[in-house]
Every structure is written in structure tokens, then in C-alpha cells.
């Protein structure tokens, strides 16, 4: 069954800074993966989306790699906004589409 | 609609009684996810609707959880027999087809006292 993890479980950064979080995976045999931002009593908002076939996918300060052989992800936040403080995770789906797989999230906090 | 539906937004019952959590997704989405989200836990893979094909409902916990989904659109999700367990945010997501970008619903909190 795939595993997904999420490294740190929680982070805290000053304004303006830029950062990485992390996402590995344990079975490579995805057909995507995607990255969501979950706000406090929310529910989740689809950030990226990388086809396996994909290295990386951008949008605006957000960027996401994809090693499907390693079986990581990361997702780059550059200069980062008290805005951007909320719960990421990172979800990979199986081979036959049918499910997601989600990571336990990394609970970001932006201090300005 | 605009985005995911799902109603109610809260839901209070007393443990053993049935309840029925509604889901509207986009219109045209053909492909319904529902999860589950438990406290300080990731998320757990319910049931999934593919158009008019046989939904994997291997995720579901127990027989006591049911999904339908008709005329491809609005999905119910029925847990009878409620236990304490079951309390969780249930959350409903829509693709247009498969595993593509998924909208998701601002869920439904279950508490089961």
C-alpha cells in the first residue's frame, strides 16, 4: 500500500523567507501528484498538480519538483507571507486513478 | 454550482442513530471522492464514483457505511448505527474526470456523542 509522508510536521518562518516542504512517497508507480493548502475548518484547495511524466509545475511563488524514481516531492514557497500560514499536503494518486493518497500535512506558520 | 456542495456543515447525533451526509459537486464533474478526515489524522480514502461505472468502495470502514450516487451527480454518503468512532470531518471531492485536479467540498464535522 502506499505510504506517503510529509517532513516537517510543522514549521514556522519569518516573513519573507523563502522554504521547502517535503513529501516522500513509497510505491513510484503514481499516475500524478498533487499539493493542497487546507485553511483551519476548511477544506482543501488544489495548489499544483504534476503528472508523473513532469519534472515541475509552477504558479506564481509556489513551485513543485517531482523525483518519481526517488519517490519525492517538494514544494517551494519563495518569499514567504503571513497569508500563506495554513496546512499543506501533498497527495499522490495510484496507477488506477481510483484514490488518492494523502500525506499528514505540514502545518505552516508565517510570522510577520 | 460554483464549487463543491456539501450539507449540513455540522452534524450532532447521539450515538447508534443513522445519518445521511449530502455532497453537489460540479457540474460535469463526472468523478466523486469522498474521505475522511479524523482529528490530527491524514486523510482516509472512503468511496469513489467514476461516471456510470461501479464505484470502488474499498475504503469503506465497516458495512455499516453506504454511498450512492445518482444521476451521476449529487453523492449521499449514509453511515448507520453511528459510533463514537465516526466522528471526523467528512469531506467530498469532484474532478471533471479521474484523478485530475479535485475540488473539495468545506466537509461536514460529525460528532457522535
Known amino acids: 500500500k502506499q505510504e506517503v509522508t510529509q517532513i516537517p510536521a510543522a514549521l514556522s518562518v519569518p516573513e519573507g523567507e523563502n522554504l521547502v516542504l517535503n513529501c516522500s512517497f513509497t510505491?513510484?508507480?503514481?499516475?500524478?501528484l498533487q499539493w493542497f493548502r487546507q485553511d483551519p475548518g476548511k477544506g482543501l484547495t488544489s495548489l499544483l498538480l504534476i503528472q508523473s511524466s513532469q519534472r515541475e509545475q509552477t504558479s506564481g511563488r509556489l513551485n513543485a519538483s517531482l523525483d518519481k524514481s526517488s519517490g519525492r516531492s517538494t514544494l517551494y514557497i519563495a518569499a514567504s507571507q503571513p497569508g500563506d500560514s495554513a496546512t499543506y499536503l501533498c497527495a499522490v494518486s495510484t496507477a488506477t486513478g481510483n484514490q488518492f493518497y494523502f500525506g499528514t500535512g505540514t502545518s505552516l506558520t508565517v510570522i510577520p | 454550482g460554483a464549487g463543491v456542495s456539501q450539507s449540513p456543515s455540522n452534524k450532532v447525533t447521539e450515538k447508534g442513530k443513522d445519518v445521511e451526509l449530502r455532497c453537489d459537486p460540479i457540474?460535469?464533474?463526472?468523478?466523486l471522492y469522498w474521505y475522511r478526515q479524523s482529528l490530527g489524522q491524514g486523510l482516509e480514502f472512503l468511496i469513489y464514483?467514476?461516471?456510470?461505472?461501479?464505484?470502488?468502495k474499498s475504503g469503506l470502514p465497516s458495512d455499516r457505511f453506504s454511498a450512492e450516487r445518482t444521476g451521476g451527480s449529487v453523492s449521499t454518503l449514509t453511515i448507520q448505527r453511528t459510533q463514537q468512532e465516526d466522528s471526523a470531518v467528512y469531506l467530498c471531492a469532484s474532478s471533471p474526470i479521474g484523478p485530475q485536479k479535485l475540488f473539495f467540498g468545506s466537509g461536514t464535522q460529525l460528532s457522535v456523542l
Open positions: 510505491d513510484s508507480a503514481i499516475y500524478n
Open positions: 457540474s460535469g464533474h463526472t468523478a
Open positions: 464514483f467514476q461516471g456510470n461505472s461501479a464505484p470502488d
